[in-house]
C-alpha cells in the first residue's frame, strides 16, 4: 500500500496526525456478565463471582462462551507480543534449524526495505494491552525520517509505568516538541470530569533536551495559541525526578519547576531509602482475589464473636477477636491522615472485615503483620482535598488498595511525618492521576534528618501520639492527642518541621500551600488549615521550632473559640473514651494469656 509514500530514498508519511481509541484492551466482565443479569454491575466484586458461579450452572454454554472471550484478549495480546519479531519462528530443531533461520535472515538483510526495520509493537510495556499505545507506537512507525506526529491521547502516556519504554523512544529518539495537557472538566469528551488527555507533537529523529508542556488546562481554544502557560521541561529533570520510569511531573508553572528542584535537591528517593533500610513495599491481600479468606462482620456475628453493636475499630472488640485468632483487616476506608481508627463515611464501616491468623501465616511469606506500619491508600486522585493520606497501622492486615511499607520499624514514625505533609503531597499531586502505585512514591526526595534537630527531636513523638490511640498498639501513647484542638496543632507543627526539613522559604510554603484549594473549605480563609499552616510556618522561620508550637496552639484555640468545627481532626472515640476502652482491652488479653 501507498506505493508513492514508501519509497527508496525516504520512506514512511511526512505527517501522521489522529485520534485513537483509548480502551484497555482486557476482558470485561460487567459488560460482559450485564448481558444476562441487568444488575451485574451494582455487584460487589465477590458478590459478582457468585452471580458468574450461578449464570453458569444455569445457562448452558455460558462458561465456554466466557472462556473464549477472554482467550480473545489473549491471542490480541500474544499477536502484539510477537508482532516486534515477525521473523523469530522456530524454522527446525537443533543446528539445522538455527542454519535455515540464519540463512533466512541472511536473504532478508540483502533486500531493499521501504520500511523502518523496528516493526511494531516493540514499546507497549508489561501492563494491559492499550489501544492508544498500539496505534501510537505504529504511527510512529509509519513516519518518515523527519516527519512529524499529532496524536491526541491519554495522559497515560506521559505517566504512566506501562509507557515507560514507548515514552524513552519519543525522548530519545524523537524530538517530542509538544505535550499539552487538559482535564475534562469542560466535558469534551462523554467521559468522566477528572479525565485527562493531551495532544501531543513528535518529529521523528534525533532527540530531545526539552519538552514544550502544559498540565491540568480546561480551555481547548488555548491550544490555538499555547505558549501562555508553558513549561519548558527538561528532560535531565525527567530522568531526575523519575529515575526508572521518565514519568513527567504536572507543572504547572516555572515557579513549580524551580520548587521541585529545590525540594529533590540531592536528596535520596524512597526507593533507595526503603531498599537502605531492608523495608519493603507490600500490597498483601488482594481485595478480589484473596476474598475467600475474608470473615465478614456477619459471618463473626453468627459465630458469637461480634455483637450487633460492637464496633471493629473498638480495642475491646480488637482484643476479644484477637482472642479467638482473628485480625481487623484494613481497606483505604479504613483510615485518614495519621488517623488508623477514621470515622469514615456516614452509615458505612470503615473497618469491616477480619481475617483468621491461621489464614495470615499460611497466607502471607512475611510476618510484619505483627508490628505496627505504614499504610497508605492505593486509590488517590490529584484533585481531591488531599491525595497522599497515610497513617500507622496497628498489628493488622490489609488489602492491596491500602498497601503498607514493611520493615521501617522506628523509621516509621518520621516517614508517616513526610507523608501526610503538605510538601510531599505537593509533589505526589504532579505525579498521579488516579492511583498512587509504588512507583510514583519510590521517586520521592527523602531527606536524612539530622540527629538533633528539630524534625528528629519532634515528629517521630507527634506521629506516635496522634496514631497510637489504642491498645491494639504493642505500645500505645502515654499522652495521647484526642482532642481535635490538639491534633489540629500537632499536625500544623509537624507539617512546618516538613518544611523546615527540605529547607523550604516561607513563600515557597506558601505556595505548595495554595495548591490545595479545597482541603478544609468548609472552614472560613482565616481559620483554614492552609491559611494556619502558613502562619506556623513563618513562625517557625523566623523564631523557631518552639515559637512555631505556640503558635499553632494559639491557632488552634482561636479556632475553637470562633466555633469553627475541627474536620477530621474530629476522631472517632470508643464508647467510654479512649482510656476505659484501652483498660477494658488490656483485661482481655491479659485474661487470654492467663487461661493459655
Not at 323 to 334: F, H, M
Not at 434 to 440: G, P, R, S
Request: hydrophobic residues 40%.
Amino acid at each position: 500500500e501507498f506505493p508513492d509514500v514508501f519509497r527508496p530514498g525516504k520512506p514512511g508519511f511526512d505527517a501522521v496526525l489522529g485520534n485513537p481509541p483509548w480502551d484497555v484492551a482486557k476482558p470485561n466482565s460487567q459488560e460482559f456478565f450485564s448481558r444476562h443479569d441487568p444488575l451485574y454491575r451494582t455487584y460487589s466484586k465477590t458478590e459478582a463471582l457468585r452471580v458468574q458461579e450461578r449464570l453458569f450452572a444455569a445457562t448452558p454454554g455460558l462458561e465456554e462462551e466466557w472462556t473464549r472471550y477472554q482467550g480473545r484478549f489473549k491471542a490480541m495480546t500474544n499477536w502484539v507480543r510477537s508482532g516486534a519479531k515477525p521473523f523469530d519462528v522456530t524454522l527446525g530443531g537443533g543446528k539445522a534449524g538455527r542454519e535455515l533461520a540464519a540463512g533466512w535472515a541472511d536473504r532478508r538483510a540483502g533486500r531493499a526495505h521501504l520500511a523502518h526495520p523496528d516493526h511494531p509493537f516493540r514499546r507497549q510495556g508489561s501492563a494491559d494491552l492499550n489501544t492508544y499505545k498500539l496505534f501510537l507506537e505504529a504511527a510512529h512507525h509509519l513516519l518518515a525520517d523527519g516527519g512529524r506526529l499529532g496524536f491526541l491521547v491519554p495522559s497515560g502516556i506521559y505517566t504512566d509505568k506501562g509507557s515507560t519504554e514507548l515514552r524513552r523512544t519519543l525522548l530519545e529518539r524523537c524530538s517530542w516538541e509538544w505535550c499539552y495537557g487538559f482535564e475534562n472538566r469542560a466535558k469534551l469528551f462523554p467521559i468522566h470530569s477528572s479525565f485527562k488527555f493531551v495532544p501531543i507533537v513528535v518529529q521523528r529523529g534525533g532527540h530531545t533536551t526539552a519538552v514544550r508542556a502544559a498540565f491540568m488546562r480546561h480551555d481547548v481554544s488555548e491550544w490555538e495559541r499555547p505558549d501562555g502557560a508553558v513549561v519548558e521541561l527538561r528532560v535531565e529533570d525527567v530522568r531526575r525526578f523519575a529515575p526508572a520510569t521518565w514519568s513527567f511531573l504536572e507543572l504547572k508553572s516555572a515557579r513549580d519547576l524551580e520548587l521541585v528542584e529545590a525540594i529533590y535537591a540531592e536528596h535520596p528517593l524512597l526507593g533507595e531509602v526503603v531498599e537502605r533500610a531492608g523495608a519493603q513495599y507490600s500490597a498483601e491481600f488482594h481485595m478480589t482475589n484473596a476474598a475467600r479468606h475474608f470473615t465478614s462482620r456477619a459471618k463473626l456475628e453468627r459465630e458469637g464473636l461480634v455483637g450487633p453493636d460492637d464496633d471493629l475499630r473498638d480495642p475491646r472488640v480488637r482484643a476479644r477477636l484477637a482472642r479467638a485468632g482473628y485480625l481487623p483487616l484494613y481497606e483505604g476506608k479504613s483510615f485518614w491522615q495519621h488517623d488508623p481508627y477514621y470515622a469514615g463515611r456516614p452509615g458505612a464501616e470503615s473497618v469491616s472485615k477480619a481475617v483468621a491468623i491461621a489464614t495470615i501465616r499460611e497466607q502471607l511469606d512475611s510476618d510484619a503483620w505483627r508490628a505496627p506500619r505504614l499504610v497508605f491508600r492505593d486509590i488517590a486522585s490529584s484533585t481531591n482535598q488531599r491525595t497522599l493520606i497515610a497513617a500507622l497501622m496497628p498489628p493488622a492486615v490489609h488489602g492491596n488498595k491500602a498497601p503498607s511499607l514493611d520493615g521501617l520499624g522506628d523509621d516509621a514514625l518520621p516517614m508517616a511525618a513526610l507523608f501526610d505533609s503538605l510538601l510531599v503531597d505537593y509533589v505526589v499531586r504532579m505525579k498521579v492521576s488516579a492511583t498512587l502505585n509504588w512507583f510514583y512514591l519510590e521517586t520521592l526526595p527523602i531527606p536524612d534528618a539530622p540527629p538533633g534537630g528539630p524534625f528528629a527531636t519532634r515528629a517521630p513523638d507527634l506521629v506516635h501520639r496522634l496514631n497510637a490511640l489504642g491498645a491494639d498498639f504493642p505500645e500505645p501513647a502515654e499522652d495521647p492527642l484526642i482532642d481535635p484542638a490538639d491534633r489540629l496543632a500537632a499536625r500544623l507543627l509537624l507539617d512546618a518541621l516538613v518544611a523546615d526539613l527540605y529547607g523550604l522559604h516561607p513563600d515557597d510554603f506558601r505556595h505548595v500551600a495554595a495548591q490545595f484549594p479545597i482541603y478544609d473549605k468548609d472552614a472560613p480563609e482565616e481559620h483554614r488549615y492552609t491559611t494556619l499552616a502558613v502562619q506556623v510556618y513563618d513562625t517557625m522561620s523566623a523564631d523557631g521550632p518552639e515559637a512555631a508550637e505556640r503558635r499553632a496552639r494559639e491557632l488552634a484555640a482561636a479556632r475553637r473559640a470562633a466555633g469553627v468545627p475541627f474536620g477530621l481532626d474530629e476522631i472517632w472515640v470508643p464508647e467510654g473514651g479512649w482510656a476505659k476502652a484501652n483498660e477494658e482491652a488490656r483485661e482481655i488479653l491479659a485474661q487470654a494469656e492467663a487461661a493459655a
